[in-house]
């Protein structure tokens, strides 16, 4: 059974930083590209950042120089961590992986507010 179990998200002020981690079980971890997306409310769910397992990165142009995503292969996690974070950031953070099926956490709530 695969399971991805995401923790981290919270409350923040705008400046402020988080880190995500999603531990992943059920998969074999280095295979897959592993990504974090986000959905806001009324959003469509949209793409953060993403992690192949050549260690090939993607990310948003919104989030770019901002956010920084990794994985711990003997942790079978992966990490999305956020700086400088702006209220349009505010969503709920989902991790992935992906290797030509979809697998997806529960989500993680990230306010962004003062």
């Known amino acids: 059974q695969v399971q991805l179990v995401e923790s981290g998200g919270g409350l923040v002020q705008p400046g402020g930083s988080l880190r995500l981690s999603c531990v992943a079980s059920g998969i074999p971890f280095s295979f897959y590209r592993m990504g974090w997306y986000r959905q806001a409310p009324g959003k469509q769910r949209e793409l953060v950042a993403s992690?192949?397992?050549?260690?090939?990165?993607i990310y948003a142009n919104s989030v770019k120089g901002r956010f920084t995503i990794s994985r711990d292969s003997a942790k079978n996690t992966v990490y999305l961590q956020m700086n400088s974070l702006k209220p349009e950031d505010t969503a709920v953070y989902f991790c992935?992986?992906?290797?030509?099926?979809?697998?997806w956490g529960q989500g993680t709530q990230v306010t962004v507010s003062s």
């Open positions: 992935n992986a992906f290797r030509g099926n979809d697998y």
């Open positions: 992690l192949s397992s050549g260690g090939s990165t």
